[in-house]
């Protein structure tokens, strides 16, 4: 049984390099250009796959933190799917709420585990409140058909932090735990919204002038 844990583990770790590899090129890539795209689906999809792992992992040997951590990067990355695919803005907007649902039910579960947890309880918190922000918007804002984009990006730009976080996690041991979880959230979140911000001051339409 162990044996297949580790091939589990092998795999979670090996889906989230690839995340973590594509999902910086589709960074960097130019928003809307086919590279971003394919770099953006191949992040999707393999950190989609490394969010179920990591579930799969904390459910075989019982993990509450890592259970909500999958939990919360599962949910970015499936809401940043579907506001970029082309199906109808109606089809988008229920199953945004029920992503949204899911979010909430995820983000009680989280806060649950940090009340029990000595250490670690911080974290939770904090991840579990942007999950409560970005679920609440799901299910009681009205949604801009021409701004999903934004909804996409700033749930993709969420997953690829919690990739990097991820990466840090498992590999920084000269830093403090606080500064390894929480600080690539703090530094990324004004970068994905001055990006978002960017985007659209591009794709804006010039206004005619007589």
């Not at 889906?15 to 999707?44: D, E, V």
């Amino acid at each position: 049984m162990e044996l297949k844990y580790d091939y589990l583990l092998y795999l979670h770790i090996a889906a989230g390099f690839i995340a973590l590899a594509a999902g910086l090129a589709a960074a960097f890539f130019g928003k809307g250009s086919k590279r971003h795209t394919a770099a953006g689906r191949l992040f999707g999809f393999s950190m989609g796959l490394a969010a179920l792992f990591a579930i799969a992992l904390a459910l075989w040997h019982p993990n509450p933190f890592l259970l909500g951590i999958g939990f919360f990067t599962l949910y970015l990355v499936s809401s940043g799917w579907v506001w970029i695919r082309r199906i109808p803005f109606i089809s988008k907007v229920k199953i945004g709420k029920a992503i949204g649902i899911i979010g909430i039910l995820s983000a009680g579960y989280m806060l649950s585990v940090g009340l029990r947890l000595s250490s670690g309880g911080v974290i939770l918190y904090v991840f579990a409140g942007i999950l409560t922000l970005f679920a609440l918007s799901d299910l009681f804002v009205k949604t801009d058909p021409k701004k999903t984009a934004a909804k996409h990006g700033g749930r993709m730009g969420g997953a690829l932090i919690a990739a990097i976080t991820a990466f840090m996690a498992t590999n920084v041991y000269f830093l403090p735990a606080m500064v390894v979880w929480l600080g690539p959230t703090i530094i990324g979140t004004p970068m994905i919204v001055l990006g978002i911000r960017k985007y659209y001051k591009k794709v804006k339409p010039k206004r005619k002038t007589s």
